[in-house]
């Protein structure tokens, strides 16, 4: 992929970077870019990195990729827009999904940045707490519209454990049934997990096709979604294709920011009822964030017939959650060669009120005061209103 915007933008300093593979930059050179050109956008986990991009994702999901697009996209026959989303990514594509975006990115980056006042000491238990009231508040009355979104398919990314990790836990209940104690199993149960995942960076440190014997890929879709691109198989990772609905988009968003060891897993999420089935059943897990294997969702983007345009916070793309430690480890440049990639310009982030955009680590860093961290977030979400400035900026440039 090559850098297609310089440091500038109408001799200003732009707050974007928009990269671009070789594929899409032929095109655009060729005809510039329209919004039915664009056939899937992906939402990487990264926790609050995310909230960098909430400009950008109002503008595009109410001007740009909104209803009047969305209907001239129906009326032409193009197919639905695809929304791909991994933890936090899979919250803010719910939020596009659903009947107003703009209100929904709105509840979620409300949600976000003042419902986590959590204090030191915060266990897993309740941060899962926190996180379940956060998706009903951002699903709220959103279901079936986030479910069957007009003009768009909502994918979901889930990872369910396997053995060992799976067989790891019965091993620690089988364990600890003999004295019945309930917090010598669930210490047993952790210290078992924790066992599991070592293995697993471990054997991903090796290869990343190793990891298909800890985790399967499960894809929560949008009844009747147009996914055969990703049945396919792209690498070892064994990946399953479930549908969406009302019943099982809280609990598959759930497990999609599910973070081990930081939330509980999601221990089984509902099936979706078929036209004539009114009997309810479930997916047995356990279920975990969907970053672990896809962490930036680097896909066979190349298969798709249009272009990918993918708001990032970051100008790589790393392909799994543990592959952040292994610097070579990207994403397949054949891969992502129809992919416009839009992210913040280093410029812009030095510009903002803590020299850096939101992460998980602020927490920490202001010591769990919330009267610090969270002016300097809510700066950064109106800060990103540049982004969505510049971006349009970049597209009349192209469209010229």
């Not at 791909?84 to 929904?104: F, K």
């Not at 007009?150 to 836990?169: D, I």
């Not at 089935?277 to 964030?289: A, I, L, Q, R």
């Amino acid at each position: 992929m090559s850098n297609n915007v310089g440091n500038k933008v109408n001799n200003k300093v732009s707050s974007i970077q928009v990269i671009l593979g070789e594929r899409a930059k032929a095109h655009i050179a060729n005809t510039g870019l329209r919004p039915e050109d664009i056939c899937a956008i992906p939402a990487a986990a990264g926790g609050p990195k995310g909230l960098i991009l909430q400009g950008l994702d109002h503008y595009l999901f109410s001007d740009w990729l909104g209803k009047a697009h969305l209907h001239e996209r129906t009326a032409k026959g193009v197919k639905p827009l695809q929304l791909i989303g991994a933890s936090i990514g899979a919250w803010r594509m719910a939020a596009a999904a659903s009947s107003d975006p703009v209100a929904s990115f709105k509840r979620l980056a409300q949600q976000y940045v003042e419902a986590q006042d959590y204090r030191k000491g915060v266990d897993r238990h309740e941060i899962s707490r926190v996180c379940g009231a956060m998706v009903e508040a951002v699903v709220a009355e959103e279901a079936q519209h986030m479910v069957k979104p007009a003009g768009k398919e909502l994918l979901v990314w889930v990872n369910r454990g396997l053995t060992p990790l799976h067989y790891a836990r019965n091993v620690a209940q089988q364990n600890t049934q003999q004295n019945a104690q309930q917090n010598a199993q669930q210490s047993a149960l952790v210290h078992a997990r924790m066992r599991g995942f070592a293995s697993a960076v471990v054997a991903n440190s090796v290869n990343r096709n190793r990891l298909s014997s800890y985790f399967e890929r499960w894809v929560f879709q949008s009844p009747g979604a147009h996914t055969d691109w990703l049945k396919q198989p792209f690498d070892r990772i064994p990946t399953r294709i479930e549908n969406l609905d009302s019943l099982n988009i809280h609990d598959a968003l759930l497990a999609s920011g599910s973070i081990p060891f930081v939330l509980n897993p999601v221990h089984r999420i509902t099936q979706a009822l078929s036209d004539n089935s009114t009997e309810v059943k479930h997916h047995e897990g356990p279920f975990w964030d969907g970053g672990l294997t896809d962490y930036h969702l680097a896909l066979p983007y190349h298969r798709l017939d249009g272009l990918v345009l993918y708001p990032h916070f970051a100008p790589t793309v790393t392909p799994g959650w543990l592959d952040k430690f292994l610097k070579v480890r990207k994403a397949k440049p054949e891969w992502m060669s129809n992919v416009i990639l839009v992210c913040p310009s280093p410029e812009f982030v030095a510009s903002l009120p803590a020299k850096k955009i939101p992460d998980r680590s602020d927490f920490k860093r202001y010591k769990f005061d919330h009267s610090v961290r969270i002016p300097l977030w809510q700066s950064a979400i109106r800060e990103s209103q540049r982004m969505a400035d510049d971006f349009q900026q970049w597209l009349n440039n192209v469209n010229r």
